[in-house]
């Protein structure tokens, strides 16, 4: 199959979040499949333009009045053949952020920048004389390439591309003011005909909703949460209705990043049959933060943006989070990198000051992430939902056993710990409250002094656990498959659909 991934995101070039590491490492394992697959990105200020090819002739892209011109860089995917094309624009690209930047989290010309992005990957095609079987798009920024597929590009050579939207983040949407919505150079009856009113804003991924052939999230448990009011950030009703399409197909570790025994971030390697690598790594980890080198400390890291979603108000709040308590009470270490909100930072620094076993780096730096993977005995993740997160499984993977909230990917991931049996991969609570993150980190501490052959047993466990995206890539493809039978089927009915009316090709208002 010819498969295009259109997302603002790939590692190494882009990665704000985990999306970054999803799409190269899924777009790696198809390509392994045997699959024709090639990415297309903007060319943001990270991304070194020295180490690309110019594509001869610039781009024309029917947005706005008229046209934009990009021109066209590319280069390919490390540790495959993989083509990956960068859109170069320097009104919408020529800055730093990918989203956002500290005086301006979301740009304001978001709705623009990546409206150019989702309509330049067509013509990118044309380009190329390259036309895809499948068009894949990921989370709201590239929503509108599904959109423009369904009701315009489908007219033309793309007739027979089938479209398929991965939700990686149902909690950012891509809300802005309805006056961007000329610029996507759409008519105006699509404005409610292909779902981008929003209580009369423009929302960019329940357009991608609307109109992509088939959904994807990244694990079942949140493919199942999002269709309720608690996860479904006033989408759950238009879930509910494209659920006949949706599955929810769970990420992976991609090995080529994240191997414990090959990892050239970690001072020493390690596997789950020699583990003195391990030991090596906790002392770097605790002289690098500054904490005790103690070998008999158990020692909790975590490495995350510091965001509302990732339980960060329960656990760092300054006036009810647990963390205080949790360093001041228990006899363990703790260590965090992280960026994000203002405020949380500030804490963060507080709390390094005022405890002596707790530090804190701020900002974002990819050796420390690795270290704190390889070097910590538990890995925190309090998330207040978490489609799938990768953390704790590249953790599982490191022998650094999870603490973790059951919700989502992590409820699909880890196996909570039995003390009677000795079972389990990591310490779960069914209901985020400082309370309960203090409770399980202490569970998880008691086990470590009192319990020590069933941490060591959880960690054999933990590390033998596989999260192949060989096998993720296989659910893809076989839903890939059921999009381009949907395409090359005629309109009329849909087989499986639930509730009257509902017809594969239409997905407007009335749906919702
Ligand atoms: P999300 O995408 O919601 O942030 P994931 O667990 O899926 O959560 O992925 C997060 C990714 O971002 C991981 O690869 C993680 O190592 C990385 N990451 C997050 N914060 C930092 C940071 N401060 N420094 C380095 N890497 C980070
Ligand atoms: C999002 C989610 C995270 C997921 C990642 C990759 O950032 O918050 O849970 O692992 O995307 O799919």
């Known amino acids: 199959m010819k498969i295009l991934m259109v997302t603002s995101e790939a590692v190494p070039f882009a990665k704000a979040g985990g999306l970054g590491d999803a799409v190269s490492a899924l777009s790696r394992a198809l390509a392994r499949a045997g699959h024709d697959v090639r990415i297309v990105l903007p060319r943001y200020y990270c991304v070194d333009r020295s180490k690309l090819r110019l594509i001869e002739g610039p781009l024309g892209v029917p947005v706005g009045v008229g046209e934009e011109w990009a021109a066209v860089y590319t280069s390919t995917l490390p540790g495959s053949e993989l083509p990956v094309y960068f859109l170069e624009h320097e009104r919408f690209f020529g800055r730093d952020g990918i989203y956002g930047d500290k005086a301006e989290p979301d740009f304001a010309d978001n709705p623009e920048r990546f409206a150019f992005l989702s309509r330049a990957a067509f013509q990118l095609c044309r380009k190329l004389s390259w036309i895809p079987d499948i068009l894949h798009a990921h989370d709201w920024p590239s929503a509108l390439a599904t959109v423009y597929l369904r009701h315009a590009e489908r007219f033309s050579e793309f007739a027979k591309t089938a479209s398929v939207l991965s939700i990686h983040n149902l909690g950012y949407q891509g809300v802005y003011d309805k006056s961007s919505y000329p610029y996507f150079n759409l008519p105006w009856e699509l404005f409610h005909g292909a779902g981008f009113e929003h209580f009369d804003r423009v929302n960019l991924l329940k357009s991608g909703i609307t109109a992509a052939d088939c959904l994807t999230t990244v694990s079942p448990s949140y493919a199942r949460e999002i269709q309720t009011p608690d996860f479904g950030f006033g989408l759950d009703g238009l ?260 509730g009257s009316g509902a017809t594969r090709r239409i997905h407007g208002p009335e749906a919702q």
């Open 239 to 498: 879930l509910r209705f494209r659920s006949p399409d949706l599955v929810g197909i769970l990420n992976g570790v991609d090995l080529h990043d994240w191997d414990p025994t090959m990892d050239p971030y970690l001072p020493q390697t390690f596997s789950a049959s020699d583990l003195s690598g391990k030991q090596r790594c906790k002392v770097e980890l605790q002289r690098e933060f500054g904490l005790p080198m103690d070998p008999s400390r158990p020692l909790v890291g975590m490495v995350t943006r510091l965001t509302d979603q990732k339980g960060v108000g329960e656990l760092f709040g300054p006036l009810s989070g647990s963390a205080y308590r949790i360093c001041s009470d228990m006899d363990l270490q703790f260590a965090v990198i992280g960026s994000g909100e203002s405020w949380c930072e500030e804490e963060l620094r507080s709390l390094s000051s005022r405890l002596p076993n707790f530090r804190a780096q701020i900002g974002y730096k990819e050796r420390l992430a690795h270290l704190i993977e390889g070097g910590a005995d538990f890995f925190l993740m309090p998330s207040r939902y978490e489609p799938c997160g990768l953390n704790q499984m590249y953790s599982l993977h490191y022998g650094t056993l999870p603490i973790v909230h059951r919700t989502g990917g992590l409820a699909d991931t880890v196996e909570n710990y039995n003390q009677e049996t000795g079972t389990g991969t990591g310490f779960m609570f069914d209901h985020l409250t400082p309370r309960s993150i203090y409770d399980t980190v202490g569970w998880a501490v008691w086990a470590w002094y009192n319990r020590p052959a069933h941490i060591d047993t959880m960690r054999q466990r933990a590390m033998g656990r596989s999260f192949s995206w060989t096998r993720s890539a296989e659910e893809y493809q076989k839903l890939y498959d059921r999009a381009l039978a949907l395409v090359s089927e005629p309109p009329g009915p849909r087989a499986g659909a639930s």
